[in-house]
């Protein structure tokens, strides 16, 4: 017989019956052998007969459509048709029999499979049967402990007029100009200037370290501090040479740490003009009441919401560490690994969103997110069992608040709650998110919670 899709070996009829040495038990027909916490091993047979007639009754359904040189259509002889097709149609019946067989007999014996079985021919099959073990994890036991003696922190955060005032700030340099500023005068904070550049170490030149018409706003952080220093002052027309340290954890790993000398020439120099602060501006922003007052009270009410989704973020995360902390299970191999597979295919998308060449190619250890993984399995296990327990399933009226509350950031809220209403899979989502929310306050409900103040701009820097 050909191999089946599980295995690829192939396997032979044989008229001995199955003798299992380990711990059993029996769920009427199907006998489950516990091998080692949650592997677990069962049986398959399936009738030669069974078999064999399937793979007859799709070959003659072939038939009926295949093509073949010198012959009609539905005319072509079945050994012609068994010659072409019998392999690939027997691997398929093997694997949809094997596959029927193993789902009934789990069914029957009332266990929760954890990822894909390892399904292996057997020798010693009973006459007229063709045998096969199905190895394979179960869902755990989930034992959850007592919460009440564990101590959580409790994150909250208040908007300030300050960060209002930056907020403003920021949606006025969003919209601003750059006019040429006067040649006598030099480079300012805020200043957008061009440069030519080149760096070197021990006399030559690393990789990225040098450009021409490079262009940055002085003060604003996108280079390093030293190098906005040097730059400060320079006119049209200069040429500067100056050291620079690159600090320690610097992202370009090649250059962490050492010391570079650069040479700069000033092409360019521009001063920033921002708008005023206006009726006209504050209507460009979609503020009707074109006030001051209109405008610091809807940037309030923005950052209000993003310092609530962020503060319940880190709730969130403390709640699920209480969780872990108390509960009690065995974490299946099988899910582990699907979640390793998962990470790792998301890693090689960022590095092709990144633009890295042959991402498809590059190698990441998948050990580099075990723990993750292990992490992420455990914790679904577990929020998943006090769902369970504690009834917090999201309610229609939560998904709905939720979809409401999203919505009401963006410029056409109606048509962003249609947008989510309208697909199964993005609902799915947002019942994901209000199910996490359950959880969390159920938790912060049942630990002793320590209150704790975060200032605005550590949360938001977080």
Not at 109 to 130: S, Y
């Amino acid at each position: 017989l050909g191999p089946d899709a599980f295995t690829g070996v192939p396997v032979r009829v044989r008229p001995r019956a199955p003798a299992p040495t380990n711990f059993c038990e029996s769920f009427m027909a199907v006998t489950v052998e516990t091998l080692e916490k949650l592997e677990r091993r069962i049986t398959l047979l399936i009738p030669a007969t069974e078999f064999n007639a399937e793979i007859e009754t799709r070959l003659k359904k072939l038939s009926r459509t295949v093509k073949a040189d010198g012959f009609r259509p539905g005319k072509v002889p079945m050994s012609v048709v068994a010659q072409r097709y019998g392999y690939s149609v027997q691997s398929e019946v093997m694997n949809d029999k094997i596959g029927q067989a193993f789902a009934e007999a789990a069914n029957e014996a009332q266990l929760r499979v954890a990822g894909v079985p390892r399904v292996t021919p057997k020798d010693d099959a009973p006459e007229g049967q063709l045998a096969f073990e199905a190895t394979f994890e179960v869902y755990p036991e989930v034992t959850l402990g007592d919460l009440s003696a564990v101590e959580v922190e409790r994150f909250s955060s208040e908007v300030t007029d300050a960060a209002i005032d930056r907020t403003v700030d920021i949606l006025r340099k969003q919209r601003r100009t750059f006019g040429q500023r006067p040649a006598a005068e030099g480079a300012a904070e805020a200043d957008r200037v061009t440069i030519d550049f080149e760096g070197k170490i021990d006399g030559e030149t690393f990789a990225g370290g040098k450009a021409e018409g490079f262009q940055f706003i002085i003060g604003e952080g996108q280079m390093l501090e030293q190098f906005d220093k040097a730059v400060r002052g320079m006119k049209v027309g200069d040429n500067k040479t100056f050291p620079l340290q690159f600090p320690e954890d610097y992202h370009g790993k090649d250059v962490a740490g050492k010391e570079a000398d650069f040479l700069v020439t000033m092409k360019k120099i521009e001063v920033q003009n921002l708008p005023e602060l206006d009726e006209a501006f504050i209507k460009s922003l979609g503020i009707a009441d074109g006030t001051v007052d209109a405008l610091r009270a809807d940037v309030k009410k923005n950052l209000e919401r993003e310092v609530k989704f962020r503060v319940l973020g880190k709730n969130k995360a403390a709640a699920m560490d209480a969780l872990i902390q108390v509960a009690t299970l065995d974490v299946p191999k099988a899910l582990v690994d699907n979640e390793l597979e998962r990470l790792v295919a998301n890693a090689r998308e960022d590095l092709k969103q990144r633009g890295v060449k042959d991402a498809d190619k590059a190698p990441i250890p998948s050990e580099l997110f075990q723990p993750q993984a292990e992490r992420r399995v455990r914790l679904g296990l577990v929020v998943a069992e006090l769902v369970k327990t504690a009834n917090l399933q999201a309610k229609p009226e939560q998904l709905q608040a939720h979809i409401e509350e999203m919505s009401q950031s963006y410029e056409k809220p109606a048509d962003v709650m249609r947008w989510y209403l309208s697909d199964r899979q993005r609902m799915a989502e947002v019942e994901a998110v209000v199910i996490e929310n359950n959880v969390t306050a159920h938790v912060l409900s049942q630990v002793k919670v320590v209150d704790k103040a975060l200032p605005f701009d550590e949360l938001m820097t977080a």
